[in-house]
């Protein structure tokens, strides 16, 4: 699996747009990025997916540029329970049974009132 | 409410003393996974069952065992324990015949090592 890149912390005021970068400058074709997060101790909670085009769903916006290096969670409009660890995992689907998930340190999303 | 259910929420033991950890996955879903979290070393892939069998191994020690039932249902022994094994515990679970990369994580188990 790829290795990400991603800023320790960020702010984002409440009903603002909140972007959070992530690198994965070695990605290679077959690899997905994947964003998790994790509110205050409590279970990582899958967010969203994506291969090379931008994907959207109810909780987020993916975007993935188009030499796939890197991409950009996009929570539209942040509220105080956005605040959490964002995790960008950069994997591979095998052609079998599922695997594990690895986790970096992520990004410190705070949303501010 | 992700449908993955662990017991117990919190757990305070003495060092060298055994534990036994709890995991339900979403109904329908094969494989489940273990996953630690300490302060110094974030959330780290422990373990993988599948449908009863060893899928895959990540840190795990040798003081650590698991294992799946029949019913789907996983348990995770730590043995011999150290002040170092304090730790939330995760566990997760997919349905896995297809790897879609989607894990449903439960709410986790709070080790405390006295």
């Known amino acids: 699996d790829a290795k990400t890149t991603q800023p320790t912390s960020m702010d984002c005021a409440e009903g603002r747009a909140a972007n959070l970068p992530c690198n994965h400058s070695t990605i290679s074709g077959n690899e997905y990025v994947y964003w998790y997060r994790q509110i205050h101790s409590q279970g990582p909670q899958y967010i969203i997916h994506g291969l090379k085009n931008n994907e959207t769903n109810e909780m987020a916006s993916l975007i993935i540029t188009e030499d796939r290096k890197s991409s950009t969670l996009i929570l539209p409009h942040a509220t105080l329970r956005d605040t959490a660890v964002y995790y960008c995992i950069v994997r591979g689907i095998s052609s079998g049974s599922a695997r594990q998930l690895t986790f970096g340190s992520g990004t410190q999303l705070t949303v501010l009132p | 409410d992700s449908g993955v259910t662990q017991t117990p929420k919190h757990l305070i033991t003495a060092t060298g003393q055994r534990v036994t950890l709890r995991c339900s996955p979403r109904s329908g879903d094969l494989s489940v996974y273990w996953y630690q979290q300490s302060l110094d070393q974030g959330l780290q892939f422990l373990i993988q069952y599948y449908n009863g069998e060893e899928r895959a191994k990540g840190n795990i020690l040798e003081r650590f065992s698991a294992q799946q039932f029949p019913d789907l249902h996983s348990e995770l022994n730590l043995s011999s324990l150290e002040l170092g094994d304090s730790a939330l515990y995760f566990c997760?679970?997919?349905?896995?015949?297809?790897?879609?990369?989607?894990?449903?994580f439960g709410p986790g188990t709070r080790l405390t090592v006295l």
């Open positions: 997760a679970s997919s349905l896995a015949v297809l790897d879609s990369g989607e894990q449903f």
